[in-house]
């Protein structure tokens, strides 16, 4: 795993970055979550209750305290899944949004008779306050059935935003922090199978707006729609079609005037210009899994003095 800063015209300038202290021992399965929001980067580690607020500018950092789920119960374990990071405007707060997952403990199946065959907690939805620095539930009730989503999310204007599916229909759930109220906004129809194993889905913030990308990999295109209203379906509309591009695999973020990252599938990160339509290499490798690509502006101000 690595961490870099890009700028220039043709992000040319690569600089190393460390972790900040708290994952520098162990930098296994560290993300990014969501969108860098006034210079503060939200770091969480796999499916842990690992979660660090950044700011790399100043070095600064915030370990984020645990929360009464993750005490621990005999026989059981529990799985974080981080669906939103964000600015909360009314309250000038910063919140973090996880799903956590309750199983039976089965790693010594040595002695699995005297071990119960059910879980005793129902899985919960909390979100974090950096202004009261604590954790509440929320009273959500979601299917969790994902399928190749992944686990991204996005951030714009006091939202946070990800995707879900029920098995039929897969959709995009628009969490307001202001007021905790939720939004449906299903997919186009052409892609409410969230089982296809033939077309990798992935949605971000391109220029400002809500925009779902459909890797057609038989196809090798990649078709591109912009949101026009939250909750109606109709209001999907399809931009661009990149490709055929045989050697790209699926994008893994964005970067200025609404330049496109994927990476390929040789491991190269490549970027297209949408101004020259060309895919140009960035000099850098990837694994499979985990590369992403933020857009990051530098800030001064201090993670535990935020608040106006």
Avoid at 169 to 188: A, D, G, K, Q
Avoid at 265 to 280: H, L, P, S
Wanted: glycine share 6%; proline share 6%; aromatic share 14%.
């Amino acid at each position: 795993p690595g961490l870099y800063s890009l700028s220039g015209e043709r992000y040319e300038n690569k600089v190393k970055l460390d972790w900040p202290p708290p994952f520098q021992e162990n930098d296994i399965a560290i993300c990014i979550m969501g969108t860098v929001i006034n210079g503060v980067v939200c770091l969480y580690q796999g499916q842990t209750p690992n979660v660090v607020l950044w700011n790399p500018t100043t070095e600064e950092f915030k370990v984020i305290p645990p929360s009464p789920t993750e005490t621990p119960v005999i026989y059981e374990v529990g799985y974080f899944e981080y669906n939103g990071f964000g600015y909360d405007l009314v309250r000038d707060d910063y919140n973090v949004i996880r799903h956590v997952l309750y199983l039976l403990d089965v790693s010594d199946t040595d002695d699995m008779e005297d071990k119960p065959n059910y879980v005793s907690r129902k899985n919960t939805w909390e979100i974090y306050s950096l202004r009261r620095n604590s954790w509440k539930k929320l009273d959500l009730d979601l299917p969790q059935i994902r399928s190749n989503w992944g686990e991204l999310s996005i951030y714009i204007n006091g939202m946070c935003h990800w995707a879900e599916g029920n098995g039929d229909e897969s959709y995009m759930v628009s969490f307001y922090l202001s007021n905790e109220l939720l939004c449906i906004t299903p997919f186009p129809t052409d892609m409410n199978d969230s089982f296809d194993d033939f077309v990798i889905k992935n949605f971000r913030v391109l220029n400002e707006s809500i925009a779902l990308i459909l890797n057609y990999l038989e196809m090798a295109t990649f078709h591109i729609s912009i949101l026009g209203e939250l909750g109606v379906k109709e209001s999907w509309t399809k931009l661009y079609i990149i490709g055929p591009i045989p050697c790209i695999e699926h994008p893994i973020g964005e970067g200025k005037n609404g330049d496109l990252f994927f990476r390929r599938k040789d491991g190269e990160i490549v970027w297209f210009n949408y101004n020259t339509q060309k895919i140009e290499e960035l000099g850098l490798q990837a694994d499979a899994y985990t590369p992403d690509i933020v857009i990051y502006k530098e800030s001064l101000l201090p993670i535990g003095q935020i608040y106006n």
